[in-house]
């Protein structure tokens, strides 16, 4: 038995756009993924963390109103939502393989801080900054 | 998206972000508003007030505040003369700099500088067993100074060899 966090969900403007990404250029693998009506629960996990799992979810019915879901929608194409950050082993090669893919960087690879870190977003808007782990 | 203003249009908003992280990404280069507009795929005419709705301020502004966050970075951080900060942050008149950064801080860059370097000499930052072992000898000599002066009752200048 284990505790801590088991899922924590970024919102996305489409979810089968974002499985796309997530899996097939940043090399996650797809957790779980049912539907219920219109209401699907995605999550996807990195082969390394089999006790974490990122949710993908969208805004919308039937958990927001129309309103709410257009000023979420808003706020994502924005870039206003809260910063994320992927560990790789060499963020150079990382950046190098991901760009290859079509990944949009938003910084390429800086030494600083005694590590090598770069920023990319997903196709919604969400921010991710990318370190290399400290050897 | 029918029936949604185009400010709220998320696609739309979508691309004016990507303008904002180029700004990010090379705050030192120029930005005029036809580059931008090209970025977003939105019309000149509309660019900059769809910035501005999007982000709060427009997007010259916002330039000059990433080139001012930047120079203060550099100021803080490194070595580099006042005038190479200017030039890396993308001005082209020193006099201008000046005077936006401190329309901006409140402070001319020399003399955030010159803050900046007092406050990273404060002995906080140095590890603790650091510091006192930097006090231990001046306060050593100092007891015994004062003892050696009582015991001769002199108040001439010591040799240092007579300290054990």
Redesign the interface.
């Known amino acids: 038995m284990s505790q801590g966090v088991q899922v924590a969900g970024v919102y996305v403007r489409d979810q089968d756009e974002a499985l796309a990404f997530y899996v097939d250029k940043l090399g996650f693998g797809v957790h779980t993924d049912v539907r219920n009506g219109d209401f699907r629960w995605l999550t996807v996990q990195y082969p390394d963390q089999p006790l974490f799992q990122l949710g993908l979810f969208v805004p919308g019915p039937p958990v927001h109103d129309p309103a709410t879901a257009q000023a979420l929608n808003a706020l994502l194409a924005k870039g206003a939502m809260p910063s994320l950050v992927l560990e790789v082993d060499d963020c150079r090669a990382a950046f190098e393989r991901m760009r290859a893919k079509g990944v949009e960087f938003t910084q390429a690879p800086v030494s600083r801080y005694g590590t090598v870190d770069a920023g990319f977003r997903d196709p919604s808007g969400n921010g991710w900054k990318m370190i290399q782990a400290r050897g | 998206m029918t029936g949604?203003p185009a400010s709220?249009d998320?696609?739309?908003?979508?691309r004016?972000?990507?303008a904002?992280?180029r700004i990010?990404?090379a705050s030192h280069e120029d930005w005029p508003v036809a580059r931008l507009a090209e970025v977003s795929h939105v019309s000149e005419a509309h660019f900059a007030r769809s910035f501005k709705e999007?982000?709060g301020l427009p997007p010259h502004r916002y330039l000059l505040t990433r080139r001012i966050e930047r120079a203060t970075a550099l100021l803080r951080e490194t070595e580099l003369s006042i005038t190479d900060i200017a030039f890396q942050t993308g001005w082209r008149s020193l006099g201008t700099f000046g005077r936006i950064f401190r329309d901006i801080t409140g402070e001319s860059p020399g003399a955030l500088r010159t803050r900046a370097r007092a406050a990273a000499t404060s002995l906080a930052s140095v590890p603790a067993c650091i510091v006192s072992a930097a006090h231990r000898p001046d306060l050593r000599t100092a007891v015994l100074e004062k003892r050696r002066r009582a015991a001769d009752g002199t108040n001439g200048t010591p040799s240092t060899k007579e300290v054990p």
């Not at chain 2, 998320?10 to 979508?14: G, V």
Request: glycine share 0%; net charge positive; proline share 6%.
């Open positions: 949604l709220q998320p696609a739309r908003l979508r004016l972000l990507r904002k992280d990010d990404a999007a982000f």
